[in-house]
């Protein structure tokens, strides 16, 4: 039985990952610095602890095979764009990846995933909110608009040194926006698909949510279990990366939130305030991952964002009946 590790489970996707994980026959350990919240990890072992200690990471990495590392300080627009978090993400998650590669390589690991971002790739190629440009080539000459992203990139070309000087396995692949049910949907960390669907869901009809920006900024969103699928396949492959994990189904902003008005039965206006909004337009290029692993997400947006507005609908009547 393979022994892997997944740290950041505590996390939306490092949560669903272990249920995968767990479904294949691994035996798996996970790490984070706080339990899941929504849903109880099936996990062998679950490491309550900070990734940002080496004696943490020491203990983690004893007997493992495999690190699938999602761990990151991270969040939303209105927590990696405001500037006022900077720091805090870029010294903790290279912190944490510093940490999983040094004392993985010595423990023995024999294989590293880790998940980078979207917001790895340059601002004047997404200026155009018709036309961005996200090719995994792209990246260079590098110029992320925001430090979350500049950390993404370092710590991708971290892991590719210790490929080239340790002959240690790596995959690498970048996120873009995934969503769906047991992720963040409050408290200022939320997405945007979290963030529509909670506005949605709490406002009475006839009413309206609010916006930030003109709403016109576009983003596609891949759903969660085709990200697990993706990064599933990656691992079992022979390719490296960095490849693109996402959708190519591109909307905006505007048409994210009308279409959870759709699901939800209501009729609200958007009243468009200032606020984040990261680059104009963004989406996933997926041309690399057909021609490497033979495979593209199938399932539409609407489908994903149906089964999360539920969710998080219920999330939002439960916490109406314990206020």
Request: overall charge negative; aromatic content about 10%.
């Amino acid at each position: 039985m393979t022994k892997v590790l997944v740290n950041g489970a505590g996390g939306f996707i490092g949560g669903h990952l272990v249920k995968r994980l767990k479904s294949e026959g691994f035996w798996v350990r996970v790490v984070d610095i706080k339990p899941h919240e929504f849903s109880v990890i099936p996990a062998d072992e679950f490491i309550v602890g900070d990734l940002r200690e080496p004696q943490v990471v020491k203990d983690a990495v004893s007997g493992i095979e495999e690190v699938y590392q999602l761990a990151a300080d991270m969040g939303g627009a209105g927590y990696i764009f405001t500037g006022d978090h900077d720091a805090n993400v870029m010294h903790n998650s290279a912190t944490i990846n510093l940490n999983t590669l040094e004392f993985g390589v010595k423990a023995g690991v024999k294989k590293f995933f880790y998940s980078s971002s979207a917001c790895i790739y340059p601002e004047y190629n997404q200026l155009d909110p018709d036309n961005p440009k996200c090719s995994e080539e792209s990246a260079y000459p590098a110029a992320p608009d925001s430090e979350y992203g500049w950390e993404k990139l370092f710590s991708e070309r971290l892991y590719f040194s210790y490929m080239r000087n340790h002959g240690v396995a790596v995959r690498v692949a970048r996120f873009h926006n995934i969503f769906g049910p047991e992720g963040t949907w409050t408290g200022g960390r939320e997405k945007a698909p979290a963030a529509v669907c909670r506005k949605v869901a709490e406002a009475p009809d006839g009413t309206h949510i609010e916006i930030w920006g003109d709403g016109k900024q576009t983003r596609s969103f891949l759903y969660i279990d085709e990200c697990v699928e993706a990064v599933r396949r990656l691992m079992q492959s022979d390719f490296a990366g960095p490849v693109n994990i996402g959708s190519e189904e591109m909307v905006t902003i505007n048409r994210l939130a009308e279409m959870a008005m759709q699901i939800a039965g209501k009729k609200l206006e958007l009243k468009h305030i200032p606020g984040p909004t990261g680059v104009r337009g963004r989406n996933s290029d997926n041309r690399l991952i057909r021609e490497k692993l033979q495979w593209s997400p199938s399932e539409p947006l609407s489908a994903g964002l149906e089964k999360t507005y539920h969710w998080i609908n219920a999330q939002v009547e439960k916490a109406r009946q314990t206020a």
